[in-house]
């Protein structure tokens, strides 16, 4: 798992609570470690940043 | 004897009053499932049946006439007789004031007794009832009763809570504020945590400028088994904090 394609729902934190994700950032900075168990319980969830498919032109 | 407790692990903290420094002499709660007979001819024994309601009731018996500031007078003067009235914030614990051990807290509780005993040759004492209208939530101590002069938390001070399991009905968080003195603001909050490593924000209580100060606040959804604690002060002074969650 990459934190990069997770977004926080809640704000994030390392254990003396500096924050690693506000509530919309990236997961980017969160162990990997943290991420199954955080996404298991509804803390952070798959970024739907993906680029939109561009439709083909006609002709 | 592991899991026996004595009169010395008993608190009990109603809207940010500390009321055990009453010298309590009881204090006691009592659920009750309420139950219909339903007995009918034919039957050989009495038969009853749960009707899914349950009743709470609390009850602080001959602590002492206390007229001092933020003492037992002035907590209990006032018994609730609007209906529009707020509830009070009532924490409860018997076995002691330890990181993870249990307390109760009583949500929608109303005080509706103050009986103040004067008697010829004894010290003048009080007792006091509640009437409890919501249920009595049964949860672990996060931030014992302590007196900090500046910013914590308890993962940081190897006091968190491992509940051992996660939960999914969400929780309710009590924080109770019974001395405040310096600071101009602070901002309790419970955090939760899957691996003790990443924690997330799970209940952030308002901000508290003045004492004694009591908050209930609920959160939905899945709460992780360890739990910490964490106080943030504005300014320099002191404070005396309660908090306990408990899990839906």
């Known amino acids: ?59 | 004897m592991a899991g026996k407790y004595g009169s010395a692990s008993v608190f009990f903290l109603v809207d940010g009053y500390n009321l055990i420094t009453t010298k309590l002499k009881g204090l006691s709660y009592k659920i009750t499932a309420l139950h219909e007979e339903t007995t009918g001819l034919g039957d050989a024994v009495k038969n009853s049946e749960p009707t899914g309601l349950t009743e709470v009731e609390l009850k602080q018996d001959q602590g002492f006439f206390d007229t001092t500031t933020n003492g037992g007078h002035a907590a209990l003067k006032a018994p609730v007789s609007d209906p529009q009235a707020a509830q009070r914030v009532i924490c409860a614990g018997f076995a002691g004031h330890t990181s993870g051990e249990q307390f109760v807290g009583f949500q929608g509780s109303y005080q509706q007794e103050y009986e103040v005993l004067g008697e010829v040759g004894n010290l003048t004492k009080a007792n006091a009832a509640y009437q409890v209208s919501g249920t009595a939530e049964h949860g672990e101590i996060v931030q014992p009763l302590a007196t900090k002069t500046a910013d914590w938390n308890t993962k940081t001070l190897s006091t968190q809570v491992d509940s051992l399991a996660s939960s999914a009905n969400g929780a309710a968080g009590y924080q109770q504020v019974t001395a405040l003195s310096g600071f101009s603001g602070f901002i309790g909050k419970i955090r939760d945590s899957s691996d003790d490593i990443t924690y997330a924000d799970l209940i952030t209580f308002a901000d508290v400028t003045a004492a004694p100060n009591a908050q209930r606040v609920t959160a939905a959804g899945t709460v992780d088994r360890y739990l910490s604690y964490d106080g943030d002060v504005t300014g320099s002074g002191s404070i005396t904090v309660f908090s306990g969650l408990s899990r839906l």
Do not use: F, W
């Open chain 1, 1 to 59: 798992m990459n934190g990069a394609d997770y977004i926080a729902l809640r704000r994030l934190s390392t254990t003396d609570d500096q924050t690693l994700a506000l509530v919309g950032e990236s997961c980017a900075r969160v162990p990997a470690s943290s991420l199954p168990g955080l996404l298991a319980s509804g803390k952070i969830e798959l970024s739907h940043a993906d680029p939109p498919v561009k439709k083909r032109g006609k002709g």
